[in-house]
């Protein structure tokens, strides 16, 4: 079983929609997870952290669920820039874990 | 900040050839990582140093892979001899704790023929 799931898409969602993606991991003792964006042809840049709480940055809202080890990330009133491929990683502590990414298109 | 920086942005070797990868980390960063970024695979993990010293390996294919950090501001990746299926993008990235975030330089995309 890999260390990070993702479903890899593709999303493809009008301009202005809300969408969502999700992630699971399987150590359940993970420390620490993220959200990176990776556009075409470049490298993977921080979206966000993920904290227990939840948190959100503008359109964007991250939440943990470590009872059923999972991740997610909601992006609200989506635009054409966020077109990417967005990456869920976590952290065991002694290694980062990538997702294999999920595929979001934002079409006009 | 210049951030990450990696060089060369492209290779072009023949197979057989050594190659070799150069990162310079961010500046007061002490965690250094290699990873490979490849269609079939996504992004792999092959080593990570932690204040110089090479922490996890695993990730290293096999013994034509090898890198050094001789000090906090540079890093090497080497692959003697390259095959074609070494071809990838790969990637450095500094954090400044083990568990911190990530910064990734931009690459370097490798081609073997």
């Known amino acids: 079983r890999k260390e990070v799931e993702q479903d890899p898409g593709p999303f493809n969602v009008p301009e202005g929609a809300t969408v969502a993606f999700n992630c699971t991991y399987s150590n359940s003792a993970s420390q620490s997870f993220f959200w990176y964006r990776q556009d075409c042809r470049k490298e993977p840049k921080l979206l966000m952290s993920v904290y227990s709480s939840g948190n959100e940055d503008g359109r964007f809202t991250a939440q943990l669920n470590r009872a059923s080890q999972y991740i997610s990330l909601l992006i609200r009133d989506s635009k054409l820039s966020d077109s990417a491929t967005y990456l869920c990683?976590?952290?065991?502590?002694?290694?980062?874990?990538f997702g294999t990414g999920t595929s979001l298109t934002v079409i006009p | 900040d210049a951030g990450v920086i990696q060089s060369p942005r492209h290779e072009v070797t023949e197979m057989g050839q050594e190659v070799t990868l150069r990162c310079k980390p961010i500046s007061g960063h002490n965690s250094l990582f290699w990873y490979r970024q490849t269609m079939m695979r996504g992004l792999e993990l092959l080593i990570y140093f932690n204040n110089n010293v090479p922490i996890d390996d695993s990730g290293m294919p096999e013994d034509r892979f090898s890198a050094k950090m001789p000090n906090a501001s540079f890093s090497t990746l080497k692959i003697q001899p390259s095959e074609p299926r070494d071809s990838a993008v790969y990637f450095c990235?500094?954090?400044?704790?083990?568990?911190?975030?990530?910064?990734f330089g931009p690459g370097t995309r490798l081609t073997v023929l």
């Open positions: 990683v976590v952290n065991t502590g002694n290694q980062f874990y």
């Open positions: 990235a500094s954090g400044g704790q083990s568990t911190d975030t990530q910064y």
